[in-house]
């Protein structure tokens, strides 16, 4: 068995500190490059811009249009620079694109435009998603200054996050210990009480649903920790082999109760022979059980599917319900951390299942997929290598 850092994405990786364009030169040079998307269709322009971001020590990237911007940007700079008017596709719309993009929705995006300077253009760009609106004439220290404010406040916010997942990690941690101990407690006294004729009946009745609810927050309080874990990047993957087609019988198996609980028929459909892959047994459990408690809880009284099968080299788990179904616009931000979609006019849960499943899908250089409509239930395919060359 191996044991190998968990892959954090580049999302939360990136924290980079803005550069103080009056700090010598030695200390720039120690902190990290930050990249600046400059687009800008008028030559002239592009080039000052660039020239002045340069000397204020940042990384410069250019584009003339806004299709070159928009595929820029997949790389993920640390600002986009972004002029309004430009022939292909205005700054607008660009903007607009980058928001919508799971991969690109959380730029840092400023427009500076000289045309459009407006009241009306600069809410018109900010209500299309950008942090901020500049206008020019803007001289060079007071655009260098506006830059580095920008890249303080985000430098902040993501200051912020680091605090609440440590606070969320040192809270889950603490909580673990005393939690165990009370469920094994709970279930040694069911037994006890299972094996006493006189007390048997009440006392199950009023133990058991404790046990219930105690492992429910048990489970709350380790997804909690894995969370703040893959943050501060301090998951660690225990890397065996595993009969993938075991582990998601057992999985099945274990959420028969509740599923028989919501009135759903959980079914399972399992190749014959055993489907091994390398992975971490426990985060892969982790993985199926979240898609098998989505189906159920989102079930609406009809059967629900686990279907594993093997395709050009990967294992492939389709879980499928007939439940209530995803809106188009929700199926990608499901994936998010702490989001949720309403379910009869409520929330459930605190919308960290499908963030974790598809974290430690990608750790396993996987990927998990959903296909769905509203009123037409929904299919969460999870496709995992059966061989990797690549390091963990």
């Not at 020590?57 to 997949?74: D, F, H, I, M, P």
């Amino acid at each position: 068995m191996r044991v190998v850092p968990f892959p954090a994405r580049a999302s939360t990786l990136r924290g980079h500190r803005p550069v103080n364009s009056s700090a010598p030169q030695d200390l720039q040079g120690a902190r990290p490059t930050i990249t600046v998307l400059n687009v800008n269709d008028d030559p002239a322009t592009l080039y000052l811009l660039s020239l002045t971001l340069k000397q204020g020590g940042y990384q410069v990237l250019e584009a003339t249009g806004g299709r070159e911007a928009l595929r820029l940007a997949q790389g993920r700079p640390d600002l986009v620079l972004l002029d309004v008017h430009m022939p292909d596709i205005d700054g607008y719309e660009v903007c607009r694109r980058l928001r919508a993009d799971e991969s690109t929705h959380d730029l840092l995006i400023a427009h500076l435009s000289s045309v459009s300077v407006r009241r009306e253009d600069r809410v018109r760009g900010l209500a299309q998603g950008a942090d901020a609106y500049w206008t020019r004439p803007l001289g060079e220290d007071e655009l260098l200054a506006n830059i580095e404010a920008l890249l303080r406040l985000q430098a902040r916010a993501r200051d912020a996050v680091r605090a609440r997942d440590s606070f969320l990690r040192i809270a889950a941690h603490e909580l673990r210990t005393p939690l165990t101990v009370l469920r094994l407690n709970l279930e040694r006294a069911v037994e006890m009480v299972v094996n006493d004729a006189e007390a048997h009946g009440p006392v199950e009745k009023r133990l058991t649903p404790a046990v219930r609810q105690l492992t429910r927050l048990q489970n709350l309080v380790d997804n909690l920790l894995d969370v703040s874990r893959l943050s501060t990047q301090e998951m660690a993957l225990q890397v065996d082999t595993v009969d993938f087609s075991q582990l998601v019988r057992e999985q099945v198996e274990r959420f028969q109760a509740p599923a028989r609980s919501a009135n759903v028929e959980l079914e399972t459909v399992l190749p014959g022979a055993p489907v091994l892959l390398f992975g971490d047994r426990r985060m892969l459990e982790q993985a199926v059980g979240h898609l098998l408690s989505n189906a159920v809880k989102f079930g609406q009284d009809r059967p629900a599917k686990a279907r594993l099968s093997t395709h050009e080299g990967q294992a492939v788990l389709a879980v499928e319900d007939q439940g209530v179904g995803i809106a188009p616009e929700d199926q990608e931000r499901i994936f998010r951390r702490f989001e949720r979609v309403p379910s009869a006019g409520r929330f459930e849960g605190l919308g960290l299942g499908l963030y974790l499943a598809r974290e430690i899908a990608a750790a396993h250089d996987g990927t998990l997929s959903v296909k769905s409509a509203l009123g037409q239930g929904a299919c969460f395919e999870l496709r995992l290598p059966l061989h990797r060359t690549q390091r963990y």
